[in-house]
């Protein structure tokens, strides 16, 4: 699933003064959902905001965007952070952002299994994300003895995160524990996972209908050729075509580093 699902990191473990200061971005979506802790978004378009433990942004970059993203609490800060790619026809937009806080996101319970609807639905509830590609993003927890049957539209690539604890996931006959990641076989219509382990099970399952275009990658800009990566670092470098206010722009983090 390449070419829709660029990146899953838990990109943002990190604790003051570390961060992420000023970088550009085009191309493509970046999808932030903290576990831990608080970051502090600031961009060029004047948008700034603080998501903290549970809450989500789902940043549309399209054209071009210029942003910060720093730790704004104590301690360490911890979160996912999805890269999913934009059809050739959305590539150049203009940047957009949804933010919902955990208290916005739907959530379901059944049978001693929690999900965080992020994206898509479950257990009969849907998110209110809007996404430009069929996406889903479903935060699951299942007590021990809990047993998950979640359906898959059949044309979607998907996968497995284990954030906690371990399962068994469809056919496999060996637990996967945290901080692995199952690509699923795409073959079926749903995901069966089972926790038979004394502790609780946390998972991710991200999937999405693939775009069928090729990929071309330069860093932080997504584009589907190399002649549109060699025009994207022509446009950053000459403050054009969607990169113009980060000709003077800094953002507050930036600027307090620099003093």
């Not at 390449?2 to 992420?20: I, N």
């Not at 493509?28 to 970051?39: D, I, Q, S, W």
């Not at 692995?180 to 991200?206: M, Q, Y």
Request: glycine share 10%.
């Amino acid at each position: 699933m390449k070419d829709l699902v660029l990146l899953l990191e838990e990109a943002l473990e990190v604790s003051a003064p570390a961060g992420f200061p000023d970088h550009p971005h085009r191309g493509f979506e970046t999808v932030t959902y903290m576990l831990e802790g608080a970051v502090t978004h600031e961009d060029f378009e004047g948008h700034k905001g603080t998501i903290e433990a549970g809450d989500l942004q789902w940043m549309t970059a399209g054209r071009g965007i210029v942003h910060s993203e720093m730790p704004a609490a104590d301690g360490t800060q911890k979160g996912l952070q999805l890269w999913i790619n934009l059809s050739s026809t959305n590539k150049m937009i203009q940047p957009k952002y949804q933010e919902i806080s955990s208290e916005e996101i739907a959530e379901a319970t059944k049978d001693g299994i929690r999900v965080r609807i992020i994206a898509g639905e479950a257990l009969g509830k849907k998110s209110s994300i809007y996404t430009r590609t069929p996406t889903m993003y479903l935060d699951f927890t299942l007590k021990p003895g809990a047993h998950l049957q979640q359906p898959i539209p059949k044309s979607y690539n998907s996968f497995v995160y284990v954030l906690e604890g371990e399962g068994i996931f469809d056919s496999r006959t060996s637990p996967t524990s945290a901080h692995h990641l199952l690509l699923l076989s795409g073959s079926g219509d749903e995901l069966e996972a089972c926790n038979k382990s004394t502790k609780p099970l946390r998972f991710i399952l991200v999937g999405g209908e693939p775009l069928g275009e090729p990929v071309a990658q330069l860093g932080p800009f997504v584009m589907n050729t190399q002649q549109e990566i060699d025009q994207t670092v022509e446009d950053f470098e000459n403050y054009a075509n969607g990169f113009e206010k980060a000709k003077h722009w800094r953002s507050e983090a930036r600027i307090g580093l620099d003093y």
